[in-house]
C-alpha cells in the first residue's frame, strides 16, 4: 500500500527561502532572552512566519503576524514563480487582534499544490510594504483514487521543558516535515499557559537542560497578554516555522491551553493564580487561540464560535474535531447513574450524531483530545477523561460515550477511528464488545500519540468498560523524562487511493516506526 501525491514532493528550499528571509531576524535568542523586540521604523515585517489552517478540496485559512498596523496580501499561484496569480485583500492587523490575522481562500482547485506568499502593506502609505513571506500546502483531493496522508500528534512545551538551542530546538518538526503530509493535527495542549520555562533544567543524570526563556513563559498565563506570549512562544523555534510554511494544520485544544484540568465553572484553589475563576482565564485563552491559529470557527445554535467542526478532507476523510473541555461537567469521581452533560455535552453529542450519520467519507477520524478508556486521574477521587477505574457498566461521562458508539453501531456508520493525544506516550488500543460490560458497539480502534516537545510519562491503567485491549504501548517507567533522554512521538496516517486501506504508523523520533495497523474500508471490529 502506498501513499501517491498527484505533485510530487518538490525541493523546498526555494519554497521555504521567503519565509526563512524573511525571519532571519527572528533566530532562536540567547537563553534568559525575551522575545525579540521589533523596531518601528523601516517596514512591515512578518518574521514569525505564515501558517495554513482546516483545508478542504476547495478552501484554506492563511495566517500572518504583523510587527506593527498593516494590511495583509495573500497571493496564490500553481506555480513557484506566480505567474498568473491571485491577489486576496485581506485584514487591517492591529493591536486589537495582537497584529494577528488570517485570510481565508475560496475557489482553490482540488488536489493541486497551492504556493502563496504573504505580504504585509503600510495602511498609511500601500506603496510601503514589507518582504513577502512564502508557503506552499497542497489542497485536499476531489477524487477517492487520490491518496491522502497525515500525522498528528500532541503536548509542546510542557512540564519545563521548552525550545532547547543545545539540541536544536523542536527538530522532531523538522523531521515530521520531510514526510511531506497533506496537513498535521495537533490533539490539543498547544501550549502549556500553567507552565513555566525556567533557563536551565538539571536532569537525573546530571547534564543540564538549557531552555529558550520570555517573560511571558516566566509565570503562569493569566492576563490575555501572558496567553498572547504563550502561544508567540513556540514560533521561536525555526524548525516550527519552517514546518508551518509547508503543512497546514488542524488543531484543537485541551487543557493547557488555559490550565492543568480545568472545566467550567472552575474556581481555583492555586496560590500561583490571582484570577480564580477558570471562565475568565478560558475566555482569555480561547481568544488568543483562535488569533494563533487559522482556525475555522463555525457559529453554535446560540450563535456563538465554537472549537468542534468538521474538516472535510475530499471523499477519503472526514475529520471530526471534538472539544472535551468547554461542555464538560466538573471532574468528580465519575459514579453517577445519569449523565447528560457528560464530557462533550448535549448539543454536541447531537451535532457529532448528526455528522457522522450524513458523513459519506470512506473514513471518519474522530479527533478527541483525550482517550476513551484509559484512566486518567484528577487527584486522589476524581477522573479528568471518561474512564473512572470502575470495569463495569457505564456510568458517569461513560454513559454519553455509550450512548454515541451504540448509535454509530446501530446507523451501521463505518470506518470510525479515534486519534488523541494528551497522555505523554504512544500506544494503540482495541476496543471490543466480547471483552466489555457495555456491549451494544461495533469494535473500533483508538490510537494515541505524544508528546512533541514535553515530558513522557507511565502508562494509563485501563478501563474494560468498552473492552479495550492494549495491542502496543511504548512509555517510560517514571514520570517527565525529558526530550533529551527518550526521543518524542507522532502517529502517521496513510489512506491509499487504490484499495482505500488506510495504515496508521506509530513513530518515533529519529525515523522508527514502532507500530502499524492496516484496516479495511467499510469493515467493523477490525
Not at 164 to 182: S, T
Not at 291 to 303: A, D, L, R
Not at 475 to 504: C, H, K, W
Amino acid at each position: 500500500m502506498s501513499y501517491r501525491p498527484r505533485v510530487p514532493s518538490p525541493d523546498r528550499r526555494s519554497v521555504l527561502r521567503g519565509s526563512l528571509a524573511a525571519s532571519a531576524a527572528l533566530t532562536l535568542p540567547v537563553v534568559g532572552a525575551s522575545a525579540p523586540a521589533f523596531a518601528l521604523s523601516g517596514r512591515p515585517r512578518a518574521a514569525w512566519g505564515v501558517q495554513v489552517g482546516d483545508v478542504t478540496s476547495s478552501s484554506a485559512l492563511v495566517w500572518v503576524r504583523s510587527d506593527r498596523p498593516a494590511r495583509m496580501v495573500v497571493e496564490t499561484s500553481a506555480t513557484e514563480s506566480f505567474r498568473r496569480a491571485r491577489t486576496w485583500q485581506g485584514p487591517l492587523l492591529g493591536p486589537g487582534s495582537d497584529f494577528t490575522g488570517t485570510t481565508p481562500l475560496y475557489g482553490l482547485p482540488p488536489r493541486e499544490q497551492v504556493h502563496y506568499r504573504v505580504t504585509l502593506l503600510d495602511p498609511q502609505d500601500p506603496r510601503r510594504s514589507g518582504k513577502p513571506v512564502h508557503g506552499t500546502f497542497r489542497t485536499a483531493p476531489a477524487r477517492r483514487r487520490d491518496g491522502v496522508r497525515f500525522l498528528w500528534s500532541g503536548d509542546i512545551a510542557g512540564q519545563g521543558w521548552g525550545i532547547n538551542p543545545d539540541i536544536g530546538g523542536y527538530v522532531v518538526y523538522d523531521e515530521m516535515r520531510r514526510l511531506d503530509p497533506d496537513f498535521f493535527l495537533c490533539s490539543g495542549d498547544s501550549i502549556y499557559a500553567d507552565g513555566v520555562i525556567e533557563p536551565s533544567v538539571t536532569l537525573p543524570d546530571g547534564r543540564v537542560w538549557r531552555n529558550v526563556t520570555t517573560e511571558e513563559k516566566s509565570k503562569v498565563a493569566e492576563t490575555l497578554a501572558e496567553y498572547r506570549g504563550n502561544f508567540r512562544y513556540n514560533l521561536l523555534d525555526r524548525n516550527l516555522r519552517e514546518f508551518n510554511a509547508q503543512v497546514p494544520s488542524i488543531v484543537q485544544w485541551d487543557d493547557h491551553e488555559v490550565r492543568n484540568n480545568w472545566y467550567p465553572g472552575q474556581i481555583l484553589d492555586d496560590a500561583r493564580y490571582t484570577e480564580k475563576d477558570v471562565d475568565v482565564l478560558a475566555a482569555r485563552s480561547t481568544r488568543a487561540f483562535r488569533e494563533y491559529f487559522p482556525v475555522s470557527t463555525p457559529h453554535g445554535p446560540s450563535g456563538e464560535d465554537r472549537m468542534h467542526r468538521v474538516v472535510r478532507h475530499g471523499p477519503l476523510l472526514d475529520v471530526f474535531v471534538l472539544d472535551m473541555r468547554s461542555f464538560r461537567n466538573a471532574n468528580s469521581p465519575g459514579r453517577q447513574a445519569d449523565d447528560t452533560t457528560g464530557i462533550l455535552g448535549a448539543e454536541q453529542l447531537r451535532w457529532l450524531k448528526h455528522e457522522l450519520s450524513r458523513s459519506r467519507a470512506v473514513w471518519k477520524v474522530i479527533a478527541a483530545d483525550m482517550p476513551l478508556g484509559l484512566v486518567v486521574p484528577d487527584g486522589a477521587t476524581d477522573f479528568e477523561a471518561v474512564a473512572q477505574g470502575d470495569p463495569g457498566a457505564p456510568l458517569g461521562r461513560e454513559l454519553q460515550i455509550a450512548e454515541l458508539l451504540r448509535f454509530i453501531k446501530h446507523r451501521r456508520i463505518t470506518g470510525t477511528v479515534w486519534l488523541t493525544a494528551d497522555v505523554h506516550y504512544t500506544s494503540a488500543q482495541h476496543y471490543a464488545p466480547e471483552r466489555a460490560a457495555f456491549k451494544d458497539f461495533a469494535p473500533f480502534w483508538e490510537f494515541v500519540s505524544g508528546p512533541l516537545a514535553a515530558g513522557q510519562f507511565p502508562a494509563n491503567a485501563l478501563d474494560a468498560t468498552f473492552g479495550p485491549d492494549r495491542v502496543f504501548v511504548r512509555a517510560p517507567d517514571r514520570a517527565n523524562v525529558s526530550p533529551m533522554e527518550s526521543p518524542q512521538y507522532f502517529g502517521q496516517v496513510d489512506i491509499d487511493g487504490d484499495s482505500g486501506e488506510l495504515t496508521v504508523r506509530l513513530r518515533a523520533q529519529g525515523g522508527a516506526v514502532l507500530f502499524s495497523k492496516v484496516l479495511r474500508p467499510g469493515r467493523v471490529g477490525q
